[in-house]
């Protein structure tokens, strides 16, 4: 045998995960948390407040909507605040209850867990009735099985795509790609193809591969936990050493009965057993599986549960988690600005700056001239009639390409000269405010600068 056939026989080959359909109260639970997030999911981008999705993430234009509010690349100290809330939101929620992020609300998981896999058990059966499939030969009932599935997977995988897409294109232009011909958007339909490619590989093949391996938030958690930190774990002391026990019989053993159900059910394969590891999400489908165990034996629930690693180990509890205190003075302190920030934003906003090449001109009337060019942008979704106003002093204001009215979310150059009498002009540099006048209230005011020589020179 050569050398690249001992290397091919060598190569180790996945263990594919079949796992235990759940059962109990924490699932129930999930299925509750996790239902009413796919639902958010798939509705949110139908949402609209005042004419604007709920939700939009418009690379391509350069446009996002939270809650119905526009934001522009002029609010992207905003839109990074809110970025810097929801990571801290989930370091907090590591430090404290350790993964549950992963188990209960990624969309990893809520899609593999609450909707590929519950059609697998539809479908093919339980784990042990898919392994015995997969290793049978080839039949028609397998063939059929298997067809069904993966046509479903591709159908589910496609309306997520289509769902996804909305969030950055909109819905609006989502129902054009749909219905136009497909030479219209030819880049549209494409890139439908390839997320349901994408969606499809992910929850048909790499499934707990996402979790384990490509995720770098698992490989986070070891650095952000400490011994205060609340995760599934198994009571050993309570536990061990294992053994076969019979209903109300007293034995000199540990709880654990090693029926290896919390091992059969866990979508990653782990053995929660074996102490803290990256690869639990805290989905809690050990937990109700044990549980179940031990209610039959008569015996106290939670020999795995949520547990810090000093409940596990039977240490004193200290005062307060000194980390988790301060995530969480960093999260409200970044709430509150980026609060401050949504409400003291303006509806429009302006670049003003002093025409390139030209300098102040002297006339016949005793007045003074500069010459600006400002870019306005309405980031509203309504049209914005408007007026330019010199605030204080004496100066006016004469435009030279008028424009009366913003359009929504529409940008507008305009290009006007600002006058001032030469007598009331006292230095060479005058700081001057220009505010933009909407239903008789200046929505925006901008800073310059005037420039002339003082009066009598």
Not at 136 to 147: A, Q
């Amino acid at each position: 045998m050569g050398t690249a056939g001992m290397a091919a026989e060598s190569k180790p080959k996945r263990n594919w995960i079949y796992a235990k359909k759940p059962a109990g109260r924490w699932f129930n639970r999930r299925q509750w948390f996790g239902y009413t997030l796919l639902t958010f999911f798939i509705a949110a981008p139908f949402i609209k407040i005042g004419g604007e999705p709920f939700l939009l993430f418009n690379i391509i234009a350069r446009k996002f909507v939270l809650f119905g509010s526009v934001f522009w690349p002029q609010d992207l100290h905003i839109f990074v605040f809110g970025m810097l809330i929801a990571m801290v939101c989930i370091v907090l929620f590591t430090v404290v209850y350790g993964r549950v992020w992963c188990g209960w609300a990624c969309p990893q998981t809520i899609f593999m867990e609450l909707v590929f896999r519950r059609i697998e058990y539809w479908i093919e059966g339980d784990w042990t009735q898919q392994k015995k499939l997969n290793q049978e030969p080839i039949t028609t009932g397998k063939y059929v099985k298997k067809v069904a599935k993966h046509m479903i997977f591709l159908l589910i995988s496609f309306m997520i795509s289509n769902i996804f897409l909305s969030y950055i294109i909109g819905v609006d232009q989502l129902w054009k790609i749909m219905t136009d011909p497909v030479s219209q958007h030819l880049g549209g339909f494409v890139s439908i193809i390839l997320f349901t490619l994408v969606f499809y590989g992910v929850f048909a093949y790499l499934r707990e591969i996402v979790c384990t391996t490509i995720c770098p938030y698992g490989r986070l958690q070891g650095v952000l936990l400490d011994d205060q930190s609340i995760t599934i774990a198994y009571d050993h002391r309570r536990g061990e050493p294992r053994g076969h026990r019979k209903k109300g019989a007293e034995q000199a053993i540990g709880d654990c009965v090693d029926c290896s159900l919390c091992v059969q059910v866990c979508p990653t394969g782990i053995d929660i057993r074996n102490g803290l590891q990256m690869e639990c999400v805290s989905c809690t489908a050990c937990i109700d599986a044990c549980d179940a165990v031990m209610e039959k034996l008569d015996r106290p629930k939670r020999l795995i549960g949520f547990f810090s690693v000093n409940e596990i180990e039977g240490n004193a509890k200290k005062p307060g988690n000194t980390r988790a205190i301060a995530y969480t003075a960093v999260l409200s302190v970044l709430i509150a600005v980026f609060g401050w920030l949504i409400f003291s934003r303006s509806q429009v906003d302006g670049t003003l700056l002093r025409a390139k090449g030209s300098s102040y001109q002297v006339h016949e009337d005793g007045t003074v001239s500069n010459l600006y060019s400002l870019e306005l942008i309405n980031k509203t979704s309504t049209d914005m009639p408007f007026t330019l106003e010199a605030i204080g002093g004496s100066m006016t204001i004469r435009v030279v390409n008028p424009v009366a009215e913003l359009k929504a979310g529409a940008t507008a150059q305009l290009t006007f000269f600002l006058i001032s009498p030469q007598q009331s002009i006292t230095t060479y540099k005058t700081d001057v405010k220009i505010g933009v006048v909407s239903d008789g209230k200046v929505i925006e005011t901008m800073k310059t600068t005037f420039v002339a020589p003082p009066g009598g020179q």
